[in-house]
Nanobody
Framework: VQLQASGGGLVQAGGSLRLSCRAS????????MGWYRQAPGKQRGLVAT???????NYADFVKGRFTISRDNAKNTVYLQMNSLEPEDTAVYYC???????????????WGQGTQVTVSS
């Protein structure tokens, strides 16, 4: 199983980016999916998660600026980021709990990370 993230880049403050992360490989089902971020010198932390039933949870700092969504048919999770601030600069990682067989418990998988840089 692999998670491939894309969509990062350089944007000015107030701009928008849309991150995508597609899971591929031997997948039976995907439970929760999410996005985390890690800024230089800081620990990786939660941005947003979404369950298989489309229930979303956001970190407080999102403040309505980001929207997480998923396309189960494509095994893909998205993060629409609006009103970006320089403080949002970080490497963004996608995460998913994936079952590779019906009788196996979900395993935690991570994408490779995509850099988001917001200039002031």
């Amino acid at each position: 199983v692999q998670l491939q993230a894309s969509g990062g880049g350089l944007v000015q403050a107030g701009g928008s980016l849309r991150l995508s992360c597609r899971a591929s490989g031997s997948i039976f089902s995907i439970n929760a999916m999410g996005w985390y971020r890690q800024a230089p010198g800081k620990q990786r932390g939660l941005v947003a998660t979404i369950t298989s039933s489309d229930v979303a949870n956001y970190a407080d700092f999102v403040k309505g600026r980001f929207t997480i969504s998923r396309d189960n048919a494509k095994n893909t999770v998205y993060l629409q980021m609006n009103s970006l601030e320089p403080e949002d600069t970080a490497v963004y990682y996608c995460n998913a709990y994936i079952k590779t067989r019906s009788y196996i418990l979900p395993t935690d998988y991570w994408g490779q990370g995509t850099q988001v840089t917001v200039s002031s």
